[in-house]
């Protein structure tokens, strides 16, 4: 069932892929000390932090639109994807 979800839509999951392999970078990159100070300055680390925002963005956009254009079944399936958006967020925020 889940597969198929994926299966169904395209264009949300090439979406989601790329914005958690975005957020695994970006984990990687402040985790694995590269953002120290003899390595990156901060308005590096600060352009990170902005064009991770900016791809939320763009891919909360592309899933809502998504969402909009969509009726019944995949209407949920649009609500799933803009929630695995959406979760590296809540999670920040209980942690």
């Known amino acids: 069932m889940v597969v198929s979800l994926f299966k169904r839509h395209i264009i949300s999951t090439i979406a ?3 914005y958690l ?3 695994l970078y970006v984990y ?3 985790k694995s ?5 003899p390595n990156s300055c901060g308005a590096a680390n600060g352009a990170l932090i902005v064009l991770t925002l900016l791809m939320t963005i763009v891919c909360m956009l592309t899933i809502i639109v998504k969402l909009v254009i ?3 079944r995949d209407c949920w399936a649009s609500v799933i994807f803009l929630l695995l958006i959406l979760l590296p967020f809540i999670a920040l925020f209980y942690l």
């Open 21 to 23: 392999g975005w957020l």
């Open 28 to 30: 990687n990159w402040f």
């Open 16 to 18: 989601v892929v790329f």
């Open 33 to 37: 000390g590269v953002a120290n100070y």
């Open 70 to 72: 969509s009726k019944g």
